[in-house]
């Protein structure tokens, strides 16, 4: 079993930061994937950057620039810095790590930029 504990959501006001966390525990395999995905109300979940074990990282289009993805693993943790944050980045983000060719998520936490 995997477990993953997010924390770091909540309301931010536009142009403002949040900085999201996920520890990552249980039967993790070798090399693994982390990073985060984002579910907005009416829209299908989608990526918002990942990290590989050497720290290669992937972002989505709309969010280059403005969020850093980092990871930490002798603590198994990744970390979402997020700067000038927009309404439309509004969702559930969750967490996910890829390992042993599952992927597994976290229970998700909910971000609100609005004024």
């Known amino acids: 079993q995997v477990q993953l504990v997010e924390s770091g959501g909540g309301l931010v006001q536009p142009g403002g930061s949040l900085r999201l966390s996920c520890a990552a525990s249980g039967n993790i395999f070798g090399g693994y994937v982390m990073g985060w995905y984002r579910q907005a109300p009416g829209n299908q979940r989608r990526l918002v950057a990942d990290?590989?074990?050497?720290?290669?990282?992937n972002y989505a289009d709309s969010v280059k620039g403005r969020f850093t993805l980092s990871r930490d693993n002798a603590k198994k943790t990744v970390y979402l810095q997020m700067n000038s944050l927009k309404p439309e980045d509004t969702a559930v983000y969750y967490c996910?790590?890829?390992?042993?060719?599952?992927?597994?998520w976290g229970q998700g936490t909910q971000i609100t930029v609005s004024s």
């Open positions: 990290i590989t074990p050497s720290g290669r990282t």
């Open positions: 996910y790590v890829r390992t042993g060719g599952l992927n597994y």
